[in-house]
């Protein structure tokens, strides 16, 4: 019954470790991108470049796209904290490549195809799949025994 338990906490780890993967890949779209302030709008464009008149709001084309700008919520915003977490404790204690290993955990959570990353590492998809499970169940193993107080926050 003991190494039931042990197992079943093993695969719930990863499974929680691949859905905070997943989440914080997700939050990353909603983040703010870099802006350059030099750069005019395009209605600033429209309004310097018409140079005699101004571009008025009654005038026929004018159109204000108000669009929704959607936000990572505080929940993704954490499990990107703690995603950048699990990345970093891939070190040369459970990796033979940890840049590679850490690339290939970041890819899958974006959600990128087998046969991509196959052709991406130059390996076969099985094979790179094999890495994958392998690279998760030692940060797994790792993070049961290293870092489970920042993981007992969330999921236990």
Known sequence: MLINKQIEKQLNCERNIIRILDDAAYAEKFLSKPNNKRRPSMFQLIETTCGYTKYDKEDYGYHVDNKLKLRAT???MTHYDL???FLMEVKDDISDDPV?????????ANRIKWSTLSKMFGKHRTTVKRMYEIIL?????????????KYDKFFI
Do not use: H, V
């Not at 290993?101 to 899958?108: A, G, I, M, N």
């Open 74 to 76: 505080p929940r993704q």
């Open 83 to 85: 995603a950048i977490d």
């Open 100 to 108: 590679t290993d850490r690339k290939l955990l970041w890819l899958r």
């Open 137 to 149: 169940n030692r940060l797994a193993t790792k993070i049961n025994s290293t870092m489970l107080d």
